[in-house]
């Protein structure tokens, strides 16, 4: 298998894009609470948030279309309302996150300035990437990811080869479910049916790539972005669990700062600074810059309608951007468990072949996942001794996945008794 300069270039940007302010500080957290079961809960942990998102990007790579197409086998107005509902979220949670998890962690240490005008800094240069968004691959691709891996396998191997006390037990009742659940804070498979349209333009502003060729890149380059995500997850999971018998805390920042120290001494928390900018920065102009596509594309091309979505969503950024990293993440779960599950389902059915999924398998597929994850959303809002009975009897709902095995018992028999219709057809 070959690859090509622009191959590696697409790769590395896929994987800054992707790597941004909760990949960076959930799992080491996740590890540490994992304790000597960090291998358990990495393999759930990469199954939600390496797995499915490149899979996503798999997707793309097969369609080279918006997310509408992605969408859009379930029913035009449902991929309308769909994408909305995924841009409105990346918006105002993901994206402000970036830049909360830059203040606690570059700034606030260091700097006697809010959070407020760290948020406004921070947006007004987001938004000269996004209007400049033909030079994001390159730059990216180029010279910002390999500075963030740099530094990561520094302090990772530095950290793993450093003696400490013996590590604790898990504190999970379910190791490997926490790791599929912490996962879905990471919004990488948000990020990748969002990241993977602004990748296909920007192959197709950059040069005049045919669909073959652009379909080998992409799919190249969603592998070996795969690979660094699962290889940087894994370090993290496992520095975290190492130090776990070494370090009391509850706080993910803090640990983060703890095992940069405890790596690279005073000057790994210069370089976690420098880390955690980069990181955020490039998933904050990667979700503003898809969003901004994504009404461009419904707004006939306009290009005043992206330039006034990318001002806009860079103001919400700073509206909300100035609120705690801890807070930002608990009022994001409501919002995970209703999109994610429907958001899983389209990715592993675009990755499929077409005879596995046709639009009645969408259909079916994508509407008993969301009745079904409906009790997970509804967790958060209502008592949950109100839920108490409907989750009894939905296998796996007390692990807030019990839309998992309806979504797949759908998608069997959809495809046995369509494939019994089409057999009936041929033979009549």
């Given at each position: 298998?070959?690859?090509?300069?622009?191959?590696?270039?697409?790769?590395f940007a896929l994987f800054s894009l992707f790597f941004g302010a909760g990949n960076l500080i959930l799992p080491p957290f996740l590890g540490y609470n994992a304790g000597n079961s960090w291998g358990l809960v990495t393999f759930g942990f990469a199954l939600s948030a390496v797995v499915i998102p490149i899979l996503a990007i798999y997707g793309y790579a097969k369609l080279q279309g918006t997310m509408l197409d992605f969408a859009?086998?379930?029913?035009?107005?449902?991929?309308?309302v769909y994408s909305v509902c995924v841009y409105v979220i990346s918006v105002t949670l993901p994206a402000p996150r970036t830049?909360?998890?830059?203040?606690?962690?570059?700034i606030q240490p260091y700097f006697n300035i809010s959070s407020f005008w760290l948020s406004v800094i921070y947006f007004s240069v987001v938004l000269v990437f996004v209007l400049n968004r033909n030079k994001i691959l390159n730059f990216i691709g180029k010279f910002l990811t390999p500075l963030i891996i740099l530094i990561l396998l520094f302090i990772i191997g530095i950290g793993l080869f450093t003696e400490v006390s013996p590590i604790n037990n898990s504190i999970f009742d379910n190791t490997f479910t926490e790791g599929i659940l912490e996962g879905y804070q990471t919004f990488d498979a948000i990020g990748g049916v969002l990241v993977g349209g602004v990748i296909v333009i920007s192959l197709s502003l950059q040069s005049n790539y045919s669909f073959a060729e652009k379909k080998s890149i992409i799919t190249k380059a969603g592998f070996l972005s795969g690979l660094g995500l699962l290889l940087i997850y894994g370090g993290?999971?496992?520095?975290?669990?190492?130090?776990?018998?070494?370090?009391?805390?509850?706080n993910r920042t803090e640990l983060l700062s703890f095992l940069s120290?405890?790596?690279?001494?005073?000057?790994?928390?210069?370089?976690?600074?420098?880390?955690?900018a980069l990181a955020c920065f490039t998933t904050a102009v990667g979700i503003l810059t898809g969003t901004a596509d994504f009404v461009k594309g419904i707004a006939n091309n306009s290009k005043l309608a992206y330039t006034i979505t990318a001002i806009f969503g860079s103001i919400i950024g700073v509206a909300i951007g100035q609120f705690d990293v801890h807070y930002i993440i608990n009022i994001a779960l409501p919002a995970l468990m209703f999109i994610y599950p429907i958001t899983i389902v389209l990715i592993l059915l675009n990755a499929l072949p077409k005879k596995w999924a046709s639009k009645t398998v969408f259909k079916a597929v994508v509407l008993v996942t969301f009745i079904f994850s409906i009790p997970d959303f509804l967790q958060f809002l209502i008592p949950e001794e109100n839920l108490e009975f409907i989750k009894s009897i939905i296998?796996?709902?007390?692990?807030?996945?019990?839309?998992?095995?309806?979504?797949?018992?759908?998608?069997?028999?959809?495809?046995?008794?369509?494939?019994?219709?089409?057999?009936?057809?041929?033979s009549s």
């Open positions: 298998m070959k690859y090509s300069k622009q191959t590696f270039i697409t790769a859009n086998k379930v029913s035009p107005l449902f991929a309308i830049a909360s998890v830059t203040y606690e962690m570059t993290l999971i496992a520095l975290g669990a190492h130090y776990n018998g070494s370090f009391q805390t509850d120290t405890e790596a690279l001494g005073n000057i790994g928390t210069v370089f976690l600074g420098v880390l955690v296998p796996f709902s007390g692990n807030s996945m019990g839309w998992v095995l309806p979504a797949l018992l759908t998608f069997i028999v959809t495809n046995l008794v369509s494939k019994s219709f089409q057999s009936k057809e041929v």
